[in-house]
């Protein structure tokens, strides 16, 4: 990776890494579907007068209409939306985590459709990480009954598996396509129709949406949080193979829960801490380069001559 995309990385560690408890102390203030909505469509209009200042066209062509909602749906609806509701019930920095095993997910499908080959390192990895998760869900699975907590924490791991999907449906249908035009369809029409749902059925409290502070909040969710890290995402993606850059941010779910244990005194549990090292092992161990030795190479060659 060229310098460039290390700094993409570490600014979208870093953003993301702040985001999820400013997200969770939001979900406290604004009504979840409302929020969302307010948030796509926001980050999508900024995006859309950047791409006017920078002179770029913004109007898909004829044939790019379908794949690009295709593309919204994966976003808006299987990730954000999910996401949104099940972390009114989840702390933020476990849903950080929940949410992160995005990279797992990306191992398999990419040994599918992006013909990233899944070896039994990987494979190794997709286990550790399976036992992260357990461990994670472990109170809740010890003594089995359905409550709010446990489906919202199963809700974030199909987010997760849905901004896989996203992750690879970009990959192979957007790899030279202009990212911020990309990203600026992806959430305008998702958030779009979230919106109108949401109108339907969730009350508006102006004063909550006119308080300065909550107006601040929701423009760094929105506008930085949401479309500049987007656009920083997809074309990370676009740069590097799908599976190493989801590897790259996982520093994200740790920065979170650090954030949320300092800023918001969300606990710590020994659960939470072992499931996030099993989950973190399994992806270095999925993404680690193991060397081929020299002679096992020259053999190689030697049998296909």
């Known amino acids: 990776m060229n310098i460039r995309v290390i700094s993409a990385i570490a600014l979208l560690c870093l953003v993301w890494g702040s985001l999820w408890g400013l997200v969770k102390h939001s979900l406290l203030v604004f009504p979840p579907f409302l929020f969302i909505s307010t948030r796509l469509i926001l980050a999508a209009l900024t995006l859309m007068v950047l791409q006017l200042i920078l002179r770029k066209s ?89 409550n709010v907590s446990l489906m919202g924490q199963v809700v974030l791991v199909f987010s997760g598996f849905f901004w896989a999907m996203a992750t690879v449906y970009i990959k192979k249908n957007f790899a030279t396509y202009d990212k911020i035009k990309l990203t600026i369809w992806q959430l305008l029409m998702g958030g779009s129709a979230i919106l109108v749902g949401a109108l339907i059925f969730e009350p508006i409290d102006f004063k909550v949406w006119l308080n300065p502070l909550n107006e601040s909040m929701l423009f760094y969710i929105a506008v930085i949080g949401t479309g500049i890290a987007f656009v920083l995402w997809n074309w990370i993606v676009s740069q590097v193979d799908t599976f190493i850059a989801s590897i790259s941010i996982m520093c994200v779910p740790i920065l979170s829960l650090l954030f949320g244990y300092l800023v918001w005194h969300e606990p710590l549990t020994v659960n939470i801490l072992i499931g996030a090292a099993f989950i973190c092992l399994g992806i270095f161990i999925s993404a680690l380069r193991m060397k081929v030795p020299r002679n096992r190479v020259i053999y190689s060659s030697n049998q296909n001559r």
Not at 84 to 101: E, K, N, P, R, Y
Not at 102 to 122: C, D, S, T, W
């Open 58 to 146: 913004i109007l898909p062509q004829h044939g790019e209409w379908k794949p690009l909602i295709i593309s919204s749906l994966l976003i808006c609806f299987g990730f954000y939306a999910t996401q949104t509701f099940a972390m009114q019930f989840v702390d933020s920095g476990l849903s950080a985590v929940l949410v992160f095993t995005m990279p797992i997910f990306i191992g398999v499908l990419a040994h599918y459709f992006l013909n990233e080959r899944l070896n039994a390192q990987k494979v190794l990895g997709l286990f550790s990480g399976s036992l992260g998760l357990i461990a994670i869900l472990w109170p809740q699975l010890h003594h089995l009954h359905m």
